[in-house]
């Protein structure tokens, strides 16, 4: 990949299952997030060190209510929010 970038999840909104992707020109720590409504982070998808590529990590929300939610995705000292929507 050319760019650092957070791809919005899919299917957006979704119910229970979302993939969310997103692309690394250099290796880095990467840390994905979710945070309710009120800012309070909920759970953390992924904290590692990853190579150069393109990834995809699936996150099951079935415990949590419907409602809107952000996607935090930080890589080294950049960070991406995403908005995405849970209907069930």
Do not use: C
Not at 39 to 51: A, F, P, W
């Amino acid at each position: 990949p050319k760019d650092i970038e957070l791809y919005q999840n899919y299917p957006n909104p979704f119910n229970a299952t979302t993939s969310i992707r997103f692309a690394l020109n250099r290796s880095g720590i990467v840390k994905i997030s979710i945070f309710d409504i009120s800012g309070k982070e909920i759970e953390t998808l992924d904290y590692e060190n990853l190579n150069a590529g393109i990834y995809r990590i699936n996150w099951n929300a079935s415990k949590y209510s419907s409602g809107v939610y952000f996607l935090k995705f930080n890589f080294n000292n950049q960070s991406n929010v995403k908005r995405i929507l849970l209907m069930k």
